[in-house]
Every structure is written in structure tokens, then in C-alpha cells.
């Protein structure tokens, strides 16, 4: 039976489809709208069976689920690695979809990892959190900066504590009134959020596809709640990584490399990496050494070279090398000490 090929290149009111046989021929392309209900109806159109591929992009999601129970196969595409549309000199919508029809068609696909819907689902509130973080830390500048600009003394250590903060405005005159509702305001807005933080942090703890995984990955040293449930979200399902290396490369604690003959260029950290990981286990690293011996020494090695950053990334390789240990046993960590009497 012959298979058919579909390419679709998604935006947010459209999606443009090509539609191809094995040996290229166009079968059908169009436009569509991007709901559910006219995906349905284009659905019902198309010839038996079918396979495919879409780019990466905010959208995909929803529509990679729809499609799901329909297809022989749903693939995604990285974005970056389609230089195919990247670099051509004509690109349209059409042209586009015709592209990614022929790469998935020809196995030329640079397909990237889609997570299960529900540890999509569970990142999406992580990263939520991650916005109301930022939300807190611009509305503390704000009070701190309200307070400067009328040069109003106060002392910066304190300034976010409740009781302080009651005080500050109940005795100190030099508040004025013109600032007084602006300082509330932004006070209650930080207790909200805090409320709200703390509420999704919670459901995730308790989640019953998290609970146990999460409990595990907490006893690696300098890993809180925090760091746990980012590596369980944005890694996803840890088997796919074959190697540490492969671990290192996408929580993006590696150079690039471009070498060319007999030149090599390396840059200190790559850009193509997730973010979100990168930038947790960063932070976790600093905490890491004060809490394990063996930590401290990998730190204190690489510190003697003479950078500090660098010894902290060392630190959160080291780390990632624990984290996928304990996420492939299913268990908790054992510090090499502990491993070395329980042989003894």
C-alpha cells in the first residue's frame, strides 16, 4: 500500500499542507484554518495511509496531539536544522510545506524529541512558575527603586521581610505619601504571586506521575525541589540519551565546535541547548560543592586552572552525571563514600 506524505507549515490563524506520493508527485495542497474543527474536516480528505511532519513552533503542540490517533506517524522537525527552507532564495507557505513533505519523504527529516502530553502539560506550569519569579524579583526592584528615587533610608537586607516592611511605612517619615500606595500595591502583588508559586509548586510535588521520580532525583546533593522537578519536565523521558555527553550537550554545559582542516574554534557555552535546564543547574552547582565532598573537589580542581565559572560548570556536568544515574535506576543517590564501605 503506497504511503503518502504530508508537510505542513504552521502559523497561528493558518496551516499550509503538501501533500506527496512516494515518488514526489503532488497528491493535494492547500490552506486551512488552524482549529480543531476545520483539521477534522481536512482529515476526512485525505488518502490511506498518511505520515507527517511539521516545524517546531509555539503551535505545534495541540496540533501534533490532534493529528496523533490519525497518522501512521507524526514527526516534528527542529527549526534550526531545516536549512532546506532556511537558505532558499523563494520561500513562501506553500513552498515550505512542499520542503518538509520532501524531507520527511525522502528520510531527510532532522526530527527532534516531542514529550509525552503529559509532561507537556507539567512543564507548561513549571514554566509558568518560572514567570512569576520574574514577575516577584521586577516588583522587589520596583520597591527598592520607588524608595531610592525619594531617598528614603532603609536597609536592603531586610527590605522584603513582612514585619520590616510594616514598619517601614507605619514609623518612617521620610515615606511619602505620594509613594505609600504605590509601595502597597507593589507589596501585595509579591504576596500573591508568592501565594500562587508556592500553590503550583505543591500540585507538582504531589503529582502522582512526578511524586517518586522527584523524591529520588532530591537526594543528589544541591538538587531542591526546584532543580528536581526542572530536570524531570525538560528532560522528559531520560532513555533517549545514550550517553552523558548526549545529557551534557542538551542542558547546553558544553562549547561548540567548528573545525575546519587543521583549525578547531570552540566557544565557551553553546547556544543550541534548553535553557530552562542550563540555567537551573547552573545555579544548583553553586550550592552543590558546600553540600558534597565529592562535589568540592571537582570544583576545587578545576578552580586551580584559574577560572571560577568554569569550575562551577564542571560541578554541573558532574551533576548531570548523577541525575541521569539516579533517573535511569530509579532509586535514590549513594555518595561514592558510602558505596566504597557498603563493598568494604
Not at 162 to 168: D, K
Not at 315 to 344: C, I, S, W
Request: aromatic share 6%; charged share 25%; proline share 3%.
Amino acid at each position: 500500500m503506497q504511503m503518502y506524505y504530508i508537510g505542513l507549515d504552521v502559523h497561528k490563524k493558518t496551516i499550509s499542507y503538501c501533500i506527496k506520493d512516494a515518488g514526489g508527485q503532488i497528491y493535494g495542497e492547500g490552506k486551512i484554518g488552524a482549529t480543531r474543527r476545520e483539521l477534522d474536516t481536512w482529515m476526512k480528505t485525505l488518502p490511506c495511509p498518511w505520515t507527517v511532519a511539521m516545524e517546531a513552533t509555539i503551535f505545534t503542540g495541540w496540533i501534533y496531539d490532534h493529528l496523533l490517533p490519525h497518522a501512521e506517524q507524526v514527526k516534528v522537525a527542529h527549526p534550526l536544522m531545516l536549512r532546506a527552507i532556511a537558505s532558499a532564495k523563494k520561500k513562501n507557505d506553500r513552498i515550505d510545506a512542499g520542503k518538509i513533505a520532501d524531507c520527511l519523504r525522502c528520510d531527510f527529516l532532522p526530527e527532534c524529541h516531542m514529550a509525552e502530553t503529559g509532561i507537556r502539560d507539567r512543564r507548561r506550569t513549571l514554566r509558568y512558575r518560572h514567570l512569576l519569579v520574574r514577575q516577584m524579583v521586577q516588583m522587589k526592584n520596583r520597591i527598592s527603586g520607588l524608595l531610592l528615587e525619594t531617598g528614603v533610608t532603609h536597609n536592603k537586607q531586610k527590605l522584603h521581610k513582612v514585619g520590616y516592611f510594616r514598619e517601614l511605612l507605619s514609623s518612617n517619615d521620610e515615606v511619602s505619601e505620594s509613594i505609600r500606595p504605590l509601595l502597597k500595591l507593589s507589596r501585595e502583588t509579591i504576596v500573591r504571586l508568592q501565594k500562587t508559586e508556592y500553590t503550583l509548586i505543591s500540585s507538582l510535588q504531589r503529582d502522582p506521575l512526578l511524586a517518586e521520580r522527584v523524591k529520588n532525583l532530591r537526594t543528589v546533593p544541591g538538587v531542591g525541589p526546584i532543580t528536581a522537578l526542572t530536570w524531570a519536565l525538560e528532560m522528559g523521558d531520560v532513555s533517549r540519551f545514550q550517553s552523558v555527553k548526549q545529557a551534557i550537550s542538551y542542558c547546553g554545559l558544553c562549547g561548540a565546535e567548528k573545525s575546519s582542516a587543521d583549525k578547531v574554534m570552540r566557544t565557551p557555552l553553546s547556544k543550541q541547548r534548553n535553557k530552562h535546564i542550563q540555567h537551573t543547574l547552573v545555579e544548583a552547582a553553586k550550592l552543590g560543592p558546600r553540600l558534597s565532598h565529592e562535589l568540592a573537589e571537582v570544583y576545587e580542581k578545576e578552580k586551580l586552572k584559574g577560572n571560577a565559572n568554569r569550575a562551577t560548570l564542571a560541578v554541573a556536568r558532574k551533576m548531570v552525571a548523577y541525575l541521569l544515574a539516579v533517573d535511569r535506576g530509579k532509586r535514590a543517590f549513594v555518595p561514592q563514600e558510602e558505596q566504597g564501605t557498603a563493598v568494604a
